[in-house]
Nanobody, 116 residues
Framework: QVQLVESGGGLVQPGGSLRLSCVAS?????????LNWYRQAPGKEREVVAT???????NYADSVKGRFTISRENAKNTVYLQMNSLAPEDTAVYYC?????????WGKGTLVTVTS
């Protein structure tokens, strides 16, 4: 079993910043796994926001390019999502995700609300 626990969400004004964290534990060799951040806004489908490979190559959804940065700290089994220039449309529950041997694992999510 793999456990993913997100934190760092909250209420922020437009233009503000937040940093999300996701700590992995359990049956995972963290350094060899890719990790992903997804989000799900009210009434919308879950979408991928950012991905990072085992060798730290990154990819981003067009909607967050230039504003969000995904990174990883293998010594802490942690993946981060730095979010800058936040806008109301970034309001969503943000989920950490990884796939290991064909099995997909999700955290419970952390809520980000962007409002004035």
């Amino acid at each position: 079993q793999v456990q993913l626990v997100e934190s760092g969400g909250g209420l922020v004004q437009p233009g503000g910043s937040l940093r999300l964290s996701c700590v992995a534990s359990g049956s995972i060799i963290f350094r060899i796994n890719g990790l992903n951040w997804y989000r799900q806004a009210p009434g919308k489908e879950r979408e991928v926001v950012a991905t990072i490979t085992a060798d730290s190559r990154t990819n981003y959804a067009d909607s967050v390019k230039g504003r969000f940065t995904i990174s990883r700290e293998n010594a802490k089994n942690t993946v981060y999502l730095q979010m800058n220039s936040l806008a109301p449309e970034d309001t969503a529950v943000y989920y950490c995700n990884t796939k290991i041997y064909g099995l997909e694992y999700w955290g419970k999510g952390t809520l980000v609300t962007v409002t004035s």
